[in-house]
Nanobody, 126 residues
Framework: QVQLVESGGGLVQAGGSLRLSCAAS????????MGWFRQTPGKEREFVAA????????YYADSVKGRFTISRDNAKKMVYLQMNSLKPEDTAVYYC???????????????????WGQGTQVTVSS
């Protein structure tokens, strides 16, 4: 069982930066792949970024590639999403998610993830 709590959201001007954090509980955190997704009203939850259990591989949506960076600290049971050069279209509720590692892991597929946080709001003003 893994519990996830996001923090770090807020209001920022276009071009600014935010760092989201996700604190995890559970003894097996280091074995989980971790992802960040986002959702706006009336839309499907969409993939933003993911990182494998050991941090060796990272994945990004095309819309955030080069601007966002995902990282993790297994000793602290933390996952981070550094968001730079923010755009108004990045406005959404951002969710942290954990999924068990397996050979066919598809980081983009939200159904790969078993545990979700409650979300943190990010608002980017123009």
């Amino acid at each position: 069982q893994v519990q996830l709590v996001e923090s770090g959201g807020g209001l920022v001007q276009a071009g600014g930066s935010l760092r989201l954090s996700c604190a995890a509980s559970g003894r097996t955190f280091s074995s989980y792949a971790m992802g960040w997704f986002r959702q706006t009203p009336g839309k499907e939850r969409e993939f933003v970024a993911a990182i494998t259990w050991n941090g060796f591989n990272t994945y990004y949506a095309d819309s955030v590639k080069g601007r966002f960076t995902i990282s993790r600290d297994n000793a602290k049971k933390m996952v981070y999403l550094q968001m730079n050069s923010l755009k108004p279209e990045d406005t959404a509720v951002y969710y942290c998610a954990a999924g068990e590692t397996h050979s066919d892991y598809d980081p983009v597929d939200r159904y790969e993830y078993d545990y979700w946080g409650q979300g943190t709001q990010v608002t980017v003003s123009s």
